[in-house]
Structure formats: C-alpha cells, structure tokens
C-alpha cells in the first residue's frame, strides 16, 4: 500500500473499528473518502459518474453521504481512482456495506422525516452537542409527558398511536447521554420555555424536576439564559452545532425548521454560529446559578 493509499485508507479503518455514529455518520466518511480520491486524481464528477452509469449530481449526493452506496458503484468508482490493491479495496466495501446498515430509528420510520434521520445519526457520533433553545426545553432533555405535549401542539392531526410513537422515538433517542463514552450535551435554554405552560402544572412540575436531575450529570451543562439579560445574540430560533472526534466530520450545524431543516458544514458558516453560541453562554447564568433558578422556579409551582 502506498503512502498516499495509507492516508486515504485510515479514516476508513477507524470508522470500521470505532462504529460509531450509524449509517449516516459512515456514509459521510465514505463519501469524503471517495471525494478524495477523485480530486487527487483530477477526475471530474461527470466522469465519476459515467463510471457508475450516474450522473455528476449522483456523484455529488454520494460524496456527501445524502445516500446509500451500492458496493458495485463504490468498486467501479476505487477501480476508477486506481485503488487496485485488494486489502484496501476490502475495506472501501466493507465500510459501504456497513453504511447500508439500518439505524436504530428505521423502526420508526412510520413517523420520522428524512430530514430528521440525518440528525439522529450525527447525534450517535458527536462528542459535543451544544444547543439553544427558545420556546421549548430540548428534546434530549425533555420527559416523556413534556414531549406528547410538544408533540400535541406540533402535529394536532396525529392520531393517540401516532403522538405516542413520536414520544417513544424520542426517549430512545435521549438513550445515548447515559450509553459508554456519551457525547457531551451543553444547552442553553431561554426561561421563555421553561415558563411557557404545556400540559398541566404536573407535566410543567416534572419537566423542571427532570432538569435538575439531569443537570448533575457529569457529561451535561445546563445554563438558563433569563429575560433580565435583554436580547440574545442568537435572535430567533434554536440552533444546535455537532462537533466530532473523527477528523473527517466537519462541525455541523442543525437549524430545525417548520417542517424541514438545515444542515450547514461550511467552515465560514459554521464559525459564525460559533460565536453566537460563545456569546450565548457567557451571557447565560452559569450551570451552578442555572440550577438554582430551576429550584426557585420549582418553589414558585
């Protein structure tokens, strides 16, 4: 194996040791790897795309991970690149067969959209999560009762089945803060949602208890940001920015929408959320005056 095979073919190795993160995660890896190989060999995307019987928009959704990989494609595609050598060839398929693996929210694809799918997945491999939210308390942190609320007031035609396996998918998706090795989670939360009523004062009661409760865990920080500190540098919506140990992952950025969402990787981009998140949480009451804003607004129930 070449030096230059070796630097292509590590990634795909730790991801092949680590998996970590699902199908979503592996097939950006893969989809970066296979970006590499072209450009380093001055291949064009529709000349990629011939190779496959595709086209350059096929080529393109591949290298950003937007769709799974036929093991077929990716070997035309390495043979393509002169990645001839059959122990790493093994590996570009085993990591492609592995992306094609389902997740552990395709059990819930009666009542997940693709654009969240993505989001799940990124959340299985991120070493750092950091959140703002606004008019709720953040789905990894709400109780089961909050979330049918929530559910309630953002799909009123959902049928009780449906409301409850919306509930279900997110509970087994808060799974991942107590799991080995859980990402950090550090959220921000604007009082607005923590006053806002949902359901009865029982629910709102719990909710507030399960934040204290959470906010002990060594891997989450919880900061409230009060309407005594004015306006906000984030002025609007949530946000929520992706950070992962695997170098091949860029930082993302999460911007849910009505029903859609943005997911921003560009460095630029990326850097000025950045900042707003800074600028959030040095203006936010720090977790230990955070935690007992939560007390007293308990006191006050």
Not at 143 to 154: D, F, H, N, S
Request: proline share 5%; with cysteine; hydrophobic share 40%.
């Amino acid at each position: 194996m070449t030096s230059a095979q070796s630097e292509h073919s590590s990634p795909v190795r730790r991801m092949l040791a680590l998996q970590r993160g699902g199908p979503t995660v592996l097939r950006i890896v893969l989809g970066t790897q296979l970006r590499r190989l072209r450009e380093s060999r001055g291949i064009s995307r529709e000349a990629a795309g011939d190779a496959i019987r595709g086209s350059h928009a096929k080529i393109s959704r591949l290298e950003l991970g937007r769709v799974g990989f036929k093991e077929r494609d990716v070997a035309d595609l390495l043979t393509l690149y002169g990645v001839l050598e059959s122990e790493e060839r093994a590996e570009f398929l085993a990591l492609a067969q592995h992306a094609n693996n389902p997740g552990w929210w395709q059990k819930y694809s009666d009542v997940l959209p693709n654009w969240f799918e993505t989001l799940l997945g990124l959340e299985e491999a991120a070493s750092v999560i950091r959140s703002y939210e606004v008019q709720f308390v953040p789905g990894l942190l709400q109780t089961a009762e909050y979330a049918r609320e929530v559910t309630r007031l953002g799909h009123p035609r959902a049928t009780d089945q449906e409301i409850e396996r919306r509930v279900e998918l997110r509970m087994e998706r808060q799974a991942l803060l107590s799991k080995p090795e859980p990402p950090r989670l550090w959220a921000v939360v604007d009082e607005a949602a923590l006053r806002r009523p949902l359901g009865d004062q029982g629910v709102m009661r719990g909710q507030i208890e399960h934040l204290i409760k959470v906010a002990e865990q060594p891997n989450v920080t919880l900061q409230v940001a009060p309407f005594h500190i004015g306006g906000l540098a984030a002025a609007g919506g949530p946000v929520t920015i992706l950070r992962f140990l695997e170098p091949d992952l860029p930082d993302i950025v999460y911007l849910e929408q009505l029903a859609s969402a943005l997911y921003l990787d560009k460095r630029d981009e990326v850097e000025n959320y950045m900042v707003v998140m800074d600028r959030l949480c040095a203006v936010a009451q720090q977790p230990k005056e955070s935690l007992a804003f939560l007390k007293r607004l308990l006191n006050e129930g």
